[in-house]
């Protein structure tokens, strides 16, 4: 992962897409979200979703998902540049999410993140705070999830 | 089943809903799955994290705050789903063995103008742990039908 030193606003990331199949949808569903709309295919296009529908909180999930791979490469690519590996801190969480158009069985989303804001912390002055949109996009194109999240990312001379 | 029409939702206290346990198999599985970073996966790497422990991932804990949602009252009431969530605060981490309770308010409840046959409920919904300590705090709306006479009625 990059320090807040090394983070533009402005700056975006492809982080790869997901593809929710009606198995991967119900299995979700049946755990966390049992709603009538995201565990049967007849139910789903009765719905205002008009098919089979994952949970937002199935879509969301996934995002994380390949914000964690991005990570892992991120830090990979660091690591193999002899670069010292920035180690972010947890998510304080959220705001603006939006489940802009239903996510149904067999569509793959497309997800990126773009940096919209950055501060530091004053009260820990080793941190900054960044907020990036992270964004899901349909294979038509079409946006599908937005969502405002913060971070806390570790300030590149402030460590010791 | 659905008994819960838009009119059931007055703005105020809903109910407190849970207990719900969150087990370290659970916790682990969910972050093998959609959130594999150390402090959701490996004792040891979570020890020296910020959150000194091993954690539930915060999308976990969503997830069973819609679970606990959906088993205290979305389960019978006639939603038709959500159009997103205005914030959302992770206060607290998840650990294993946590025993859930849920707060949920009505903070607002009006018809829809654009779909007259319903309403749009913005709830927030408090997750705390069995010491009381608030772990998750959220609000968003969900979009649920109006009772058909009062929608007919409206419209008429």
Same mark, same amino acid.
């Given at each position: 992962m990059r320090f807040f030193e090394d983070i533009e606003v402005g700056q975006r990331r492809e982080l790869g897409s997901f593809t929710f199949t009606a198995d991967g949808i119900k299995k979700f569903a049946a755990q966390f979200d049992p709603q009538p709309f995201h565990l049967d295919e007849e139910e789903g296009r009765k719905? $205002?979703? @008009? @098919? $089979?529908a994952a949970s937002g909180w199935h879509v969301g999930s996934a995002c994380m998902k390949l914000l964690v791979a991005d990570g892992l490469r991120q830090a990979r690519e660091a690591a193999a540049r002899g670069e010292k590996v920035a180690v972010w801190g947890p998510s304080p969480g959220f705001r603006e999410l939006r489940w802009i158009r239903p996510v149904l069985a067999g569509d793959t989303v497309h997800f990126a993140s773009e940096v919209e804001s950055m501060r530091t912390s004053s009260s820990r002055p080793e941190w900054g705070i960044l907020e990036a949109r992270n964004t899901g996009t349909n294979q038509r194109g079409e946006p599908v999830f937005s969502v405002l999240a913060t971070a806390f990312v570790p300030r590149r001379n402030r460590n010791a | 089943m659905t008994s819960l029409a838009f009119e059931d939702f007055k703005p105020g206290h809903l109910g407190r809903f849970g207990p719900r346990g969150v087990t370290r198999e659970e916790i682990l599985a969910f972050a093998a799955e959609f959130d594999p970073q150390p402090m959701h996966l490996d004792e040891e790497a979570a020890s020296r994290s910020m959150l000194k422990g091993l954690s539930g991932s915060g999308w976990h804990l969503c997830s069973v705050i819609m679970r606990m949602m959906f088993d205290a009252f979305i389960g019978r009431t006639a939603s038709l789903g959500s159009p997103g969530v205005n914030e959302l605060r992770w206060l607290a981490p998840l650990r294993p063995g946590d025993e859930l309770t849920l707060d949920v308010e009505v903070t607002e409840a009006r018809v829809s +103008?654009? +779909?007259?046959a319903t309403g749009i409920v913005t709830l927030k919904a408090v997750v705390s742990n069995a010491a009381g300590q608030a772990l998750c705090e959220m609000v968003s709306p969900i979009i649920v039908r109006r009772r058909e006479d009062a929608a007919s009625g409206q419209a008429g």
């Open positions: 719905s $205002l979703f @008009g @098919g $089979l | +103008r654009s +779909r007259p």
